[in-house]
């Protein structure tokens, strides 16, 4: 019988930990070929978008799809299915919008772990919203980082932002003077926003930086500017499928003569061991993250392992 795993049921039982390790097996698993994921579709209707994202894992005999639907300030529903490969069955329905931002933080944090320096310890943060929470957990979990510095426009919620994550990670965590104290000396640049605009100029970055962009995933969002992007000596992407269609960083780029497609490296790759990552201390990265519906399903798939055990779920009326 299908089972039903709530809000609840995710945050009882999924870790930062958990979530980096599911990611990094769906990155990998994707970059050996062996797992395969469809672009997000989006229907937009007045005031509000539903969202399908689908993946297929045959390693873990799991196809399946997250649906979420977001009104803002009505609400927001989001959902993974999960299908046995080898039955057609429902197996779960998992709630997801905490699992959500626990693998979007992971995404990042898997891409810090396989792309910054080995000494990275200093982390710029472009953002303060929920989904900064995670990309701070993630970040701090891959690099032994020692100083945070969090710019953001609104002074008052930065400061509260700083102290409830100072308290809650044990780390350095303190507001950054200006956009520029965010950038220079550190050695991740970690970008969680909704900006329309760049956050930064391109100019201000210096040799070795890894700078990561999660926020950009429609073409009306833009977190870097062209110049970031001519800069990187190597540009990496969760999924290229997806950021031909909706990387509002990469597609100006893209149209200006700045980028080719080809030319850019699935982070799946680089985890897999397919294509190169850093090469050397030098260079100066970017990476883009847009979401794949791949990274939901390994984490719901663990989710659902984990909940199962400690009884948690509630039977559903399906065969």
């Known amino acids: 019988m299908a089972l039903y795993f709530s809000e609840t049921d995710v945050r009882h039982v999924l870790t930062m930990q958990v979530a980096l390790q599911e990611v990094e097996q769906a990155f990998a698993a994707r970059g050996r070929g062996v797992a395969f994921d469809v672009p997000r579709e989006r229907a ?33 529903v989001s959902l993974i299915h999960l299908i046995s490969r080898s039955s057609g069955e429902l197996q779960s329905i998992v709630e997801a919008d ?28 472009f953002g303060y919203g929920r989904h900064a929470v995670t990309q701070l957990e993630a970040i701090s979990l891959a690099c032994c980082l020692r100083e945070v510095r969090v710019f953001g426009r609104d002074g008052e919620r930065v400061e509260a932002f700083c102290r409830e994550q100072r308290e809650r990670l044990q780390l350095d965590v303190r507001p950054a003077a200006s956009r520029e104290d965010a950038v220079y000396g550190a050695d991740v640049i970690a970008l969680m926003t909704r900006s329309s605009e760049p956050l930064f100029d391109g100019a ?99 989710v659902v392992e984990l909940a199962r055990a400690q009884g948690l779920g509630t039977p559903l009326p399906i065969a």
Request: glycine share 10%; aromatic share 6%.
């Open 98 to 125: 905490w699992l959500g931002q626990m693998r979007t933080g992971a995404t990042t944090g898997v891409a810090a772990r396989h792309l910054a320096r080995s000494e990275a310890g200093v982390l710029g943060l």
């Open 204 to 302: 201000w970055l210096e040799t070795g930086q890894l700078v990561t962009a999660a926020g950009s995933n429609s073409l009306d969002r833009r977190e870097v500017d062209l110049e970031t992007v001519a800069r990187a000596d190597l540009i990496v992407v969760d999924s290229r499928e997806v950021a031909e269609r909706e990387c509002g960083d990469l597609l100006p780029a893209y149209e200006a003569g700045i980028v080719h497609w080809e030319s850019i490296t699935d982070l799946g790759q680089v985890v897999a061991g397919v294509r190169p990552g850093r090469r050397d201390d030098a260079q100066i990265i970017l990476f883009e993250s847009h979401g794949m519906a791949l990274q939901d399903i390994y984490t719901a798939s663990k």
């Open 44 to 76: 937009r209707l007045p005031g509000a978008h539903l969202h399908i994202m689908q993946a297929a894992a045959p390693e873990l005999d799991l196809v399946g799809y997250k649906a979420y639907y977001i009104k803002p300030g009505a609400g927001r």
